[in-house]
């Protein structure tokens, strides 16, 4: 019986491990290209020769590295888990609780995925204003891809956080350990 579910786990895991690579190098690039985007807009404006253009196509990278990062986050666990609520509930409330708060949050991403696949689908063909070569569409498919990257990781997590509620508390709370690290 174990052998037969250490396939999955480690499927999962994989799965997992995966998503938070990819996510993680998505957002360091994304840093960078803000980084280098905003530092050439600033020399080229000091320079005397101010281009029009990078703070729109930043402002689109910004939104990026938000919503991918919120996948990120939801991944690590550091999003919207409220262990310390399910620690203190009594024993019986504790998997029901935990399943509401996933059914809510992925009912939430849902939503947005799938109002952002609309707003893709009607703004696609439009132009940015001072980037003409990027499309709207692009630009606001961070929206929906991370949204659904979301739910992804909501799932991916939730046999780990109903096993923290069946025994009571959490194995590892977020919170907490950002206090540990300042400390």
């Known amino acids: 019986m174990v052998a037969e579910r250490a396939g999955p786990v480690r499927a999962l895991r994989l799965v997992h491990r995966l998503l938070e690579l990819g996510l993680v190098a998505i957002g360091v690039a994304l ?24 703070d729109e196509l930043a402002g689109v990278l910004l939104a990026w590295l938000t919503w991918y990062g919120a996948a990120l986050a939801a991944l690590k666990r550091a999003h919207l888990g409220m262990p310390n609520l399910v620690a203190r509930a009594p024993a019986p409330w504790r998997v029901p609780l935990v399943l509401l708060r996933a059914f809510l949050v992925c009912g939430a991403m849902a939503l947005i995925a799938w109002c952002g696949w609309q707003i893709v689908a009607i703004l696609g ?29 909501e799932l991916l997590t939730l046999p780990e956080r109903l096993a923290e509620a069946r025994a009571g508390s959490p194995v590892r709370d977020p919170e907490r350990a950002l206090v540990e690290v300042a400390r």
């Open 125 to 153: 063909d439009e132009r940015l204003v001072t980037v003409p070569w990027l499309s709207v569409g692009l630009a606001q498919s961070a929206i929906p891809v991370a949204a659904a990257l979301f739910v992804v990781a």
């Open 31 to 54: 840093l960078f290209a803000i980084a280098a985007l905003v530092a050439f807009g600033v020399t080229s404006r000091k320079l005397g020769r101010p281009i029009g253009w990078y």
